[in-house]
Structure formats: structure tokens, C-alpha cells
């Protein structure tokens, strides 16, 4: 489709990047997000701003009409409860409001997490891997996938799952965290944000992996203390202190999720997403983490 009419619901860090995206190669975007403020930052980054609640079926029925759909919208961290509201609740009534209307969109992708993989104790994942999700909430987000296909396929639209792996990007380095520690041990699995919207991007408009699931990571996965070990030395700081799972685990102060996300380790393979035909912008850290690094060096040598 040459010009394609696409709606963002949620859109926040990944779908403001989307958008810019999607703008830059000359579709007409939308951006949906329920607050003055997350309007502003969508208009400030180039696209129409449409203020709504996703939960309130009002503001669905009213929303712009689409040739792709994308739901990338956030529950904000809260409970698994509010993460139901959004992710099973709120895309379901998205999806049979659009797939009622007389032009309905020809697709929908819907961004999901690697946390639905629960733990796999350091090996290999990718889209045969069977979901073993470890809270409420991932249990959720495993529901969730479910709905964005099969509820979909129902309407006569097209789902397509993408499922992103630990994002990082402007504003989300965290680089004083791992430069300073203490650093606990397992895997990284991490895609830029402009990776994560680009995939989207490469998805709609080369009108791949319709009704399929795509992992969407970078090349490397990585220990976290040779991740924070290379940061260090890249910054020219010291290593930062180290803590096995065991000594993370003895903090009585932590909840049952916290407990279960240390607990969970896994490495995510993008052989998929490389098969068909996208090419990373940041294939791994060391290419993502270069501007943060230099412009942490050039701010100590001033």
C-alpha cells in the first residue's frame, strides 16, 4: 500500500518512534494516547495527535479509521488487573469496533514482551518455544497475544504479534545503574527503540508475517556482568559490584514478581525477524550504547 492510513493505540515510547517512522516514508498517522500531554508529544514529534480512553468504549467507537492498526498501549505498571483492563479488554473491544465498520483495517499488529517465555534457564527461545509465563501478568500478556490473532482472524483482519525483547534507547540507557551496580546476574535481552519500530514498520509496509508471531531482538544477547564490565570500560570507570541471583533473592523486601523476573533467564534468537528481510539498525549493544557512552565521556572531560 502506497499510502496507508495508520492509527497508534498507545502511543508512547515505541509508538511515537513508529510514528515518526511510518511518517518519514509518507503514510498518514495517527497517534492515540488519553492525556493533553501525551498528545503534545506526539504533535511534537510530527503526526496527528486523537486524545482517548482505550478502556472507555465511547472513545473507542469514536476513533479514526484504519488501514493498519497498531496496539502498542501500556498499562503503566501497574497490576495485573489494570494490565488485563488494556491488553485483553480494551484490544478486544478495539478489534470489534474496527472489524464492524465498513472499512475495516487490513491489519493489526499488536507489541508484546518476551516475558511470556517465562523462564528457560539460559537457553535458546523463539517463536516455537511454548509460553511458560511466570506471573499474573505475563499470563496476561500471553492472553493477550491470543486475542490480537484469533480475536482478529474473527473480524477479517490480519494479526501479526510483535514480540519485543527489553527496550532501550533515549532516555531508557539506564547507564548509571549498570556503571555504578551492583549488577545481578543473568542475560540481557535488548532491541533499540528504533529497532522495535522499524521491525514495525518493515512488518506493515513489506507485508510480512501475516497471522504470525515475530521476536523482535538483537543479535547478542548478554551476560549482565559482561554487559556492565564492557560499559564500565567504555565510560573509563571501574567495574561496578557484582551479586549472584542467590545474594539479589536474600532482599525480603522484594514481591513475588520481582522474585520470579530474577528467577527467569532465557536468550532470544531474531533468526526470524532476520529471515524475513529486516536489517538492524543497532544489531547489538555495542552499536546502541555508542552515542550514551560518548556523550557521557565528552560530559567528564569538560
Given amino acids: 500500500m502506497d499510502r496507508a492510513r495508520v492509527v497508534i493505540l498507545g502511543c508512547g515510547y515505541i509508538g511515537i518512534e513508529l510514528g515518526r517512522q511510518l511518517t518519514a516514508a509518507g503514510h498518514d498517522v495517527v497517534g492515540v494516547r488519553r492525556s493533553d500531554e501525551g498528545a503534545a508529544a506526539i504533535e511534537d514529534a510530527g503526526f496527528t495527535a486523537h486524545r482517548a480512553d482505550l478502556t472507555d468504549p465511547d472513545d473507542i467507537a469514536g476513533l479514526p479509521d484504519a488501514d493498519w492498526l497498531v496496539f502498542a498501549a501500556s498499562s503503566g505498571g501497574r497490576d495485573a488487573e489494570a494490565a488485563r483492563e488494556i491488553y485483553v479488554t480494551a484490544l478486544a473491544d478495539a478489534i470489534d469496533e474496527y472489524g464492524s465498520r465498513a472499512d475495516p483495517p487490513d491489519r493489526l499488529v499488536y507489541t508484546s514482551s518476551t516475558g511470556v517465555y517465562g523462564d528457560h534457564d539460559g537457553e535458546w527461545v523463539d517463536e516455537s518455544t511454548p509460553l511458560e509465563p511466570t506471573t499474573d501478568k505475563t499470563r496476561v500478556l500471553a492472553e493477550a497475544e491470543r486475542v490480537a490473532r484469533q480475536r482478529s482472524a474473527e473480524q477479517g483482519i490480519d494479526g501479526t504479534v510483535a514480540r519485543f525483547s527489553g527496550l532501550y534507547g533515549p532516555d531508557r540507557y539506564r547507564l548509571e545503574r549498570y556503571i555504578k551496580g551492583p549488577v545481578t546476574e543473568g542475560y540481557l535481552n535488548m532491541v533499540h527503540r528504533a529497532d522495535a519500530a522499524g521491525a514495525v514498520v518493515y512488518l506493515l509496509t513489506a507485508d510480512r508475517a501475516r497471522d504470525e ?62 529471515e524475513l528481510g529486516y536489517s538492524l539498525e543497532y544489531p547489538t549493544f555495542r552499536a546502541g550504547y555508542r552515542d550514551v557512552i560518548d556523550a557521557y565521556r565528552n560530559r567528564d572531560a569538560e
Avoid: H, M, Y
Fill in 213 to 274: 508471531v515475530v521476536l523482535v531482538t538483537d543479535d547478542e544477547p548478554v551476560d549482565k556482568w559482561t554487559f556492565a564490565d564492557w560499559l564500565a570500560d567504555e565510560c573509563g570507570v571501574d567495574s561496578p559490584p557484582k551479586r549472584t541471583k542467590q545474594q539479589r533473592l536474600t532482599d525480603e523486601g522484594l514481591s513475588e514478581a520481582a522474585r520470579r523476573r530474577i528467577a527467569t533467564s532465557k536468550r532470544c534468537s531474531n533468526e526470524k525477524l532476520r
